[in-house]
């Protein structure tokens, strides 16, 4: 199991980076432990991988552009592909630990165009109302998934026969939260093109986050209106443009602190905060620390 501690994106679409997903066998289980995270979050990201976690400690919010979700210990859930997700951890007092099956559907479903994919999976992965299927304990179908997602983990890498009882253990909690999901699909909903329009936008801000980005620009990133962008980024993130903007020149400053060893005026330059003592001013409220104690702290931390 590998332990993820931070989040990396692809170059061009920008969705979240999964380390050691092999073609031939798209699928990681990672234990992530928010400790290790400043602010103890993860930030918003997307990737056509679907991810089945377990919370193991403490509790997790999940946030989509359709709300938020709270998972307590001993609960889970499925996140569905390219859905646009954050998550924080619930409490600072608690030690917040999760386990996470990410794979991607075609481990499932075998050739496009399968009866698999057709009959079990598309209708999930194509369902915009479906953004996260929770798993909560007491119920008796929900305490057997959650069971399974467990299991899974068991399996070792080196079984005999450890990719197709993998696939047989996954593919049943599939078919599980597949059947607990039927009410929920029988309703139907409409795809919300803004879902589209946002992920345009953080591309843009992600290639061009160490430049000065005026809304108008942003805007035009993804074909709309400077208004409409305001609404965008409020319907789906809950936040403005300028805020999002400034928290991921922050989390990119983060990551350079940790990193390497440029001054603090060279990477508040290099993230597009400006000044250094601007930079100073935002990053302590931002880390609760100053720019050089974070380093202290996070050098070579792998986070």
Same mark, same amino acid.
């Given at each position: 199991?590998?332990?993820?501690?931070?989040?990396?994106?692809?170059?061009?679409?920008?969705?979240?980076?999964?380390?050691?997903?092999?073609?031939?066998?798209?699928?990681?289980?990672?234990?992530?432990?928010?400790?290790?995270?400043?602010?103890?979050?993860?930030?918003?990201?997307?990737?056509?991988?679907?991810?089945?976690?377990?919370?193991?400690?403490?509790?997790?919010?999940?946030?989509?552009?359709?709300?938020?979700?709270?998972?307590?210990?001993?609960?889970?859930?499925?996140?569905?592909?390219?859905?646009?997700?954050?998550?924080?951890?619930?409490?600072?007092? !608690?030690? *917040?630990? #999760?386990?996470?099956? @990410?794979?991607?559907?075609?481990?499932?479903?075998? %050739?496009?165009? =399968?009866?698999?994919?057709?009959?079990?999976?598309?209708?999930?992965?194509?369902?915009?109302?479906?953004?996260?299927?929770?798993?909560?304990?007491?119920?008796?179908?929900?305490?057997?998934?959650?069971?399974?997602?467990?299991?899974?983990?068991?399996?070792?890498?080196?079984?005999?026969?450890?990719?197709?009882?993998?696939?047989?253990?996954?593919?049943?909690?599939?078919?599980?939260?597949?059947?607990?999901?039927?009410?929920?699909?029988?309703?139907?909903? !409409?795809? *919300?093109? #803004?879902?589209?329009? @946002?992920?345009?936008?953080?591309?843009?801000?992600? %290639?061009?986050? =160490?430049?000065?980005?005026?809304?108008?620009?942003?805007?035009?990133?993804?074909?709309?209106?400077?208004?409409?962008?305001?609404?965008?980024?409020?319907?789906?993130?809950?936040?403005?443009?300028?805020?999002?903007?400034?928290?991921?020149?922050?989390?990119?400053?983060?990551?350079?602190?940790?990193?390497?060893?440029?001054?603090?005026?060279?990477?508040?330059?290099?993230?597009?905060?400006?000044?250094?003592?601007?930079?100073?001013?935002?990053?302590?409220?931002?880390? *609760?620390?100053?720019?050089?104690?974070?380093?202290?702290?996070?050098?070579?931390?792998?986070?």
């Amino acid at each position: 199991m590998r332990n993820i501690r931070r989040i990396e994106f692809h170059t061009g679409s920008k969705e979240e980076l999964l380390p050691d997903f092999a073609g031939d066998f798209p699928y990681i289980a990672s234990d992530v432990d928010l400790n290790n995270y400043i602010g103890r979050f993860v930030p918003w990201h997307w990737h056509r991988a679907v991810e089945l976690f377990y919370m193991e400690s403490g509790s997790i919010e999940y946030s989509t552009p359709g709300g938020k979700m709270l998972f307590p210990a001993g609960s889970g859930g499925l996140v569905n592909s390219n859905v646009l997700h954050m998550t924080r951890a619930a409490s600072k007092a !608690e030690h *917040n630990r #999760s386990f996470l099956h @990410i794979f991607d559907p075609s481990l499932l479903a075998g %050739e496009p165009g =399968s009866r698999i994919e057709k009959k079990y999976i598309l209708p999930i992965m194509t369902a915009p109302q479906i953004e996260i299927i929770p798993v909560y304990p007491g119920d008796v179908k929900q305490d057997t998934i959650l069971k399974l997602i467990l299991e899974a983990f068991q399996i070792s890498e080196q079984d005999f026969g450890y990719e197709m009882e993998l696939r047989q253990i996954l593919s049943r909690i599939w078919l599980m939260l597949f059947e607990l999901s039927q009410p929920v699909l029988e309703k139907g909903g !409409e795809y *919300n093109k #803004s879902n589209d329009k @946002i992920k345009l936008m953080l591309v843009y801000i992600h %290639e061009h986050y =160490s430049e000065k980005i005026s809304v108008s620009e942003l805007a035009a990133a993804a074909y709309l209106s400077e208004r409409e962008c305001f609404r965008v980024f409020h319907d789906c993130l809950h936040m403005t443009p300028t805020e999002y903007m400034k928290s991921y020149r922050l989390q990119m400053a983060c990551q350079m602190l940790a990193r390497g060893q440029e001054p603090v005026t060279v990477i508040s330059q290099a993230c597009g905060l400006g000044s250094s003592s601007y930079f100073g001013k935002v990053f302590r409220e931002y880390a *609760n620390c100053t720019p050089l104690e974070y380093r202290a702290r996070w050098q070579d931390s792998d986070i």
